[in-house]
Nanobody, 120 residues
Framework: QVQLVESGGGLVQAGGSLRLSCVASGSIFSISAMGWYRQAPGKQRELVADLRGGGSTNYADSVKDRFTISRDNAKNTVYLQMDSLKPEDAAVYYC??????????????WGQGTQVTVSS
């Protein structure tokens, strides 16, 4: 069993910053990729940013130059630094991880989500 736990969400004024964290734990042999998605009310879940093996990153156009994804492999943790936040960034943010478990299974796991609210 693998668990992902996000933290760091909250209420911030437009133009402010937040840093999200997501820790993966459990029966992990290796993690090939970790990322952040978000879902606003009435909208589909969308990719915000991901970080893959070799360090390659991928960002949604709407967050480029404002958000930065990073990872601490030793801690199985992924971060999302969010700067210059806009009201349209408000959503529930989910982290995910592509994991090879100790049983040799390749699975994608999701966290429970953390709310980000941006006031104008």
């Amino acid at each position: 069993q693998v668990q992902l736990v996000e933290s760091g969400g909250g209420l911030v004024q437009a133009g402010g910053s937040l840093r999200l964290s997501c820790v993966a734990s459990g029966s992990i042999f290796s993690i090939s990729a970790m990322g952040w998605y978000r879902q606003a009310p009435g909208k589909q879940r969308e990719l915000v940013a991901d970080l893959r093996g070799g360090g390659s990153t991928n960002y949604a156009d709407s967050v480029k130059d404002r958000f930065t994804i990073s990872r601490d492999n030793a801690k199985n943790t992924v971060y999302l630094q969010m700067d210059s936040l806009k009201p349209e960034d408000a959503a529930v943010y989910y982290c995910n991880a592509d994991v090879v478990t100790t049983m040799g299974l390749y699975r994608t796991y999701w966290g429970q989500g953390t709310q980000v609210t941006v006031s104008s």
